[in-house]
């Protein structure tokens, strides 16, 4: 049985932070910042931008609930909000768009500008944006274990390796797959995570009432 659950865990939070990451949504911004760059150069920039949003989101997974209990958050308060921050992003994502909660069109346009731009506006918050923080946190703050807490953090590396991937490839992903099927996989993406929010306000909202 608790293998079971530690099993169900690992795949939730593999599937919710890569869906909120979404590499896929973000390779055709990676190419715009980077229009001057060769194939090795976007690789090397591609790798060094997912080895930060992974070490940004570990953080947060380690120091988030600390963060909100001293601002006297509750963890259903915080699942509820969570749940609503990922139904508002999955909404954007169903529509193929992409919205203020990842990265705001100034951002993209002072992006393009700018001579490095691994750290910002790639790493943060292109990849490691509100969404993405919040959801680690949360996912954080549902562990029961430290098996489960290892199953994030493997999580969050498998998505940080996958997300390099398909960054460092993302001239030919694009080329192969075209840009109808890059909104595709968005849209799918984008369904699997408005279930995934909808189950953390109904987990929260339970959760509330059986508080004492």
Not at 8 to 27: K, N, R
Not at 169 to 182: A, E, K, T, Y
């Amino acid at each position: 049985m608790m293998d079971h659950e530690l099993f169900v865990y690992g795949v939730t939070a593999f599937a919710t932070l890569f869906s909120i990451v979404d590499p896929f949504a973000a390779a055709p911004i990676f190419i715009a910042m980077t229009p001057h760059e060769t194939d090795d150069e976007r690789r090397r920039i591609a790798r060094s931008a997912s080895l930060v949003c992974g070490g940004v989101l570990l953080v947060f997974a380690v120091a988030g609930n600390r963060i909100f209990a001293f601002f006297g958050i509750s963890t259903p308060a915080f699942q509820v909000a969570g749940g609503i921050l990922l139904l508002v992003i999955a909404l954007d994502m169903l529509r193929a768009g992409e919205g203020p909660t990842r990265q705001s069109p100034e951002e993209t346009e002072e992006g393009i500008g700018k001579a490095d731009v691994t750290i910002t506006p790639i790493a943060i918050p292109l990849l490691a944006g509100p969404g993405a923080l919040s959801t680690v946190t949360l996912l954080a703050s549902r562990a029961q274990s430290w098996s489960q807490l290892v199953a994030l953090a493997l999580a969050v590396a498998l998505t940080s390796l996958l997300t390099w991937i398909i960054l460092a490839n993302s001239v030919r992903l694009i080329r192969f797959v075209g840009q109808i099927g890059m909104k595709i996989i968005t849209r799918l993406m984008g369904l699997l995570l408005a279930g995934i929010g909808a189950q953390f306000i109904l987990s929260g909202t339970k959760q509330f009432w059986y508080l004492p």
